[in-house]
């Protein structure tokens, strides 16, 4: 069991019968009346985010999770097919639960799929990605790293970011995974 005290990001918990990852939380303390959890939780099977409230202590069952190396290799409109890099057995996770780490993911890439009580369900993404380029208004002349100002670009993966008027087309960049902001060139 696992209590509210101990909640972290990225805890997996099962509420009511159904497996959530915490996204946020935060211990709320008011002057008046008990003390509480205020929680951002995305249900495991289908990538839904909801927001709950739970009092002080209330406690959960702990999930078991592990992460196992695979390689994605594509996705076919409603799944999205990974293989284990040591046995080569193929497994497919719904498309929907992996959505937002497929933004960042190239085919053939190696990722870590996280097992939920034994059942593939989320994908485990570095902090940051290197992705190119390909699709961007080009810069004008004058724009420069100190310049400032941004405009949207399209890249390998289908993901939509802004980026710095300095960047073309063909350039690899740095995004941050979480957020999906730009870091720098890579």
Known sequence: MISTNQLKNGNHIEVDGTIFKVLEFQHVKPGK???FVRTKLRRASDG???D???RAGEKFRSVHTEA????????DG??????????YEQIAVPESSVAEALRWTKAND???VLFIDGNPGDLQLPSSVELEVTETEPGLRGDTASGGG???????????????LFVNIGDRIKVQTATGDYMSRA
């Open 110 to 112: 190696a990722v870590d």
């Open 150 to 164: 941004d405009k949207p670009a399209t890249l390998e993966t289908g993901a939509k970011v802004r980026v710095p």
């Open 52 to 54: 709950k409230t739970f």
């Open 48 to 50: 839904n985010v909801i």
């Open 68 to 75: 196992r190396k695979m390689q994605f290799l594509y996705t």
């Open 78 to 87: 409603t799944d999205a097919h990974f293989m284990d890099a040591e046995s």
């Open 33 to 35: 009346g008990g003390a």
